[in-house]
């Protein structure tokens, strides 16, 4: 595969990503406690998602070449386009902002927390598949 396919994949599963971002944070409130809810849904999903994925290619019978082009088309693209740690960190520092330490420390452990478990579990479903 040549570089610019590379290139075409990642940019398209980014952009897909993306919509997929915006269209959540849509979808959620963004005023007073749940601050950082749309950032924690699309960072947890993504998590389920990279995990799913990993899991199920390091299983696949599909060619190195056929694995690569999953990989930068959802991992790399999708997932690099759907969730965000830019995002994580700044509704943190909008949390120290508005005076709101526990919420904080509540967002930021859940986030890392069901983002390491959602991730593990998605790989270890991904395997089953």
């Known amino acids: 595969m040549d570089f610019t396919t590379k290139i075409l994949l990642v940019f398209a599963g980014g952009g897909v990503g993306s919509v997929c971002r915006y269209l959540v ?40 070449e056929h694995k690569t082009a999953l990989t ?32 904080w420390a509540i967002f930021a452990c859940a986030t890392v927390f069901t983002g390491l478990f959602g991730c593990a579990l998605g790989y270890w479903l991904g395997q089953k598949i």
């Open 72 to 103: 930068l088309l959802t991992m790399t693209g999708f997932c690099g386009g759907f969730s965000t740690f830019s995002e994580f960190t700044f509704d943190s520092v909008r949390y120290f902002e508005e005076g709101q330490v526990f919420a």
């Open 25 to 64: 944070s849509l979808a959620t409130p963004h005023k007073g406690e749940w601050l950082g809810l749309a950032t924690f849904v699309v960072n947890s999903l993504g998590c389920v998602i990279i995990g799913l994925l990993a899991g199920f290619l390091v299983n696949s019978s599909w060619s190195y």
